[in-house]
């Protein structure tokens, strides 16, 4: 990769990381006004260092490792920088299974937003589609049947990785609810849960949701030194929104659209790359500057015309 390519890719992941955990930015905002100044300086800083290092820095190499077991750890984290032509072939053989469980996790995350999350209607069908929420579970689960059919007739090991990116996804899914019933105990201060405690709760649910965007990272690149920088800023992006901006970034109606959409079209370059596409490793990062700033626009329009209706 090229010094241009380099820094297009940790753009768009800092971008990515940092639209995907607006959420979590919330949350975090929250629950940290209900805690002692201390407690939230000592979060702000020592969370920053855990988030990004153990976090988003530790899962993409687990990650890219467990694929790799003929891999040790060293040449798991520099593969991708690697020359060793031994070192080139198992990430080309593992590439496959890695795209199509992230693939499969990111479809699924976005499908289930589509049909019973709540949401501002960005776009047209979409309270429609909300309409037909049940229908969700049967279309997974025949899109799950589809791309393991397709891909046993590659590689049987491939196929897995589909059914590993579904299960991912139900299993972060339902830390993610339990975070959200969690917040609302925490929020009104009935839990009799020390300012500590709300802390390492925190961090547990900080984890939870950085799943997505570290399982994003791979539709932009399979370098985990890359992966671990542009996450790693995005997530200094989303702790600056913690503490300065995240009343007005709630104004903002929008972004969680384009989140989502993004985190779809990030999804299907994964799948269709699993299948032999090849699609350059620029394309995720125009893609994403491209639909996040639709919906920004979309959300910046919004908020003009109520200041407009207002002052009128």
């Given at each position: 990769m090229d010094i241009l390519s380099?820094?297009?890719?940790?753009?768009?992941?800092?971008l990515f990381e940092t639209i995907t955990s607006i959420d979590n930015a919330v949350i975090n905002a929250d629950v940290l006004s209900k805690m002692s100044e201390k407690a939230r300086k000592w979060?702000?800083?020592?969370?920053?260092?855990?988030?990004?290092?153990?976090?988003?820095?530790?899962?993409?190499?687990?990650?890219?490792?467990?694929?790799?077991?003929?891999?040790?750890?060293?040449?798991?984290?520099?593969?991708?920088?690697?020359?060793?032509?031994?070192?080139?072939?198992?990430?080309?053989?593992?590439?496959?299974?890695l795209l199509i469980g992230g693939g499969v996790f990111l479809v699924f995350l976005f499908l289930h937003w589509l049909f019973i999350e709540p949401k501002?209607?960005?776009?047209?069908?979409?309270?429609t589609i909300q309409n037909y929420s049940l229908w969700f579970f049967a279309i997974v689960s025949i899109l799950l049947a589809l791309i393991v059919w397709f891909a046993i007739q590659i590689n049987s090991i491939m196929a897995f990785g589909a059914v590993v990116g579904s299960t991912a996804f139900f299993i972060t899914h339902g830390f993610k609810e339990n975070a959200e019933a969690k917040e609302k105990?925490?929020?009104?201060?009935?839990?009799?849960?020390?300012?500590?405690?709300?802390?390492?709760?925190?961090?547990?649910?900080?984890?939870?949701?950085?799943?997505?965007g570290v399982v994003g990272a791979f539709a932009f690149t399979l370098s985990v030194p890359l992966i671990i920088i542009g996450n790693g800023l995005g997530a200094f992006i989303v702790r600056e929104f913690t503490i300065h901006n995240i009343e007005n970034v709630k104004k903002?109606?929008?972004?969680?659209?384009?989140?989502?959409?993004?985190?779809?079209?990030?999804g299907c370059i994964?799948?269709?790359?699993?299948?032999g596409g090849h699609i350059p490793e620029y394309v995720s990062p125009i893609v994403t500057f491209a639909v996040i700033g639709y919906f920004f626009w979309k959300s910046r329009a919004e908020l003009k015309r109520a200041e407009a209706k207002t002052f009128a």
């Open positions: 380099i820094g297009l890719v940790i753009l768009g992941l800092m979060f702000l800083l020592w969370g920053l260092l855990i988030a990004v290092f153990a976090v988003r820095g530790l899962l993409p190499w687990l990650i890219v490792w467990v694929a790799n077991p003929s891999l040790n750890p060293i040449e798991a984290l520099t593969a991708t920088f690697s020359s060793d032509p031994l070192v080139m072939e198992s990430i080309e053989l593992s590439k496959p299974v501002n209607y960005g776009l047209w069908g979409e309270k105990e925490l929020l009104h201060g009935n839990t009799g849960m020390s300012d500590m405690s709300k802390i390492l709760y925190l961090e547990v649910i900080d984890a939870t949701f950085s799943i997505d903002y109606k929008y972004l969680k659209n384009g989140a989502m959409y993004s985190v779809f079209v990030l994964m799948l269709w790359d699993a299948f």
